[in-house]
C-alpha cells in the first residue's frame, strides 16, 4: 500500500487519485512551494523540458558565440540536468554557485555568452552589456518554483567571471 508512496511505479494521474484516496496532501522538504506533487515525484518531472529550452537558446545562438557560450543554472539539479541530458545535444557543462557545484569554479570559462537560467535580468543587466530574455522553461509538473523560469542570454561580461565567481556561492 505505501510502495506507489515512495517508488515512482504508477503513472502520474493515478498517482494522484492513489494519493488523494488516501487523503495525502504534497508535501516538501524545503521552505518553497508545492506543487500537485509531493517533492519526491515533482523533482522527477519537467528535466527534458527544462534541458530542451535551454538547448533551443543556445542553438540560436550565432556559431561564434556558441562556441565561448556556458550555462549558468540556478541550483545542481538544472546544472546535472544540463551535464547528463544536455550532454548528447551537445549542450556545454553547466556553471552554477550551488553547493558543489561552485567548487568546480569557472573552469577556462570567460563568460564572453550566458545563457542563465532563472535569476534576476536587473543583476544580469548589471553584470552584461547586452541582455534579452530568450524563453521561458514550462515543465508541467516539476516543482513550481522550476516552471514559469525565464531564459536569458548575457554577452559581453562587465566583469571577469574569474573576478565575480566568489560572491555566486549559495547553499541554500
Known amino acids: 500500500m505505501a510502495a506507489p508512496l515512495a517508488l515512482p511505479i504508477l503513472p502520474i494521474p493515478s ?13 516538501t522538504e524545503e521552505r518553497n512551494g508545492i506543487g500537485e506533487l509531493d517533492q519526491f515525484f515533482a ?5 527534458d523540458a527544462i534541458v530542451s529550452t535551454i538547448d533551443r537558446t543556445y542553438e540560436a545562438l550565432p556559431p561564434g558565440e556558441r562556441a565561448v557560450a556556458r550555462v549558468f543554472a540556478p541550483d545542481y539539479g538544472v546544472a546535472g540536468a544540463v551535464d547528463v541530458l544536455g550532454r548528447r545535444l551537445g549542450l556545454p557543462p553547466a556553471l552554477s554557485g550551488h553547493n558543489s557545484y561552485w567548487l568546480w569554479g569557472p573552469g577556462r570559462s570567460r563568460g564572453e555568452v550566458i545563457i542563465s537560467v532563472g535569476g534576476s535580468e536587473d543583476l544580469l543587466r548589471a553584470s552584461f552589456e547586452r541582455v534579452e530574455r530568450a524563453g521561458t522553461i514550462e515543465c508541467g509538473r ?31
Request: with cysteine; proline share 10%.
Open 15 to 27: 498517482l494522484l487519485r492513489y494519493t488523494r484516496a488516501l487523503g495525502q496532501r504534497p508535501a
Open 43 to 47: 523533482d522527477m518531472q519537467g528535466w
Open 142 to 172: 516539476c516543482m513550481p518554483y522550476e516552471n514559469h523560469r525565464p531564459i536569458f542570454v548575457g554577452r559581453q561580461r562587465r566583469r571577469p567571471l574569474a573576478e565575480v565567481w566568489p560572491s555566486l556561492k549559495h547553499y541554500d
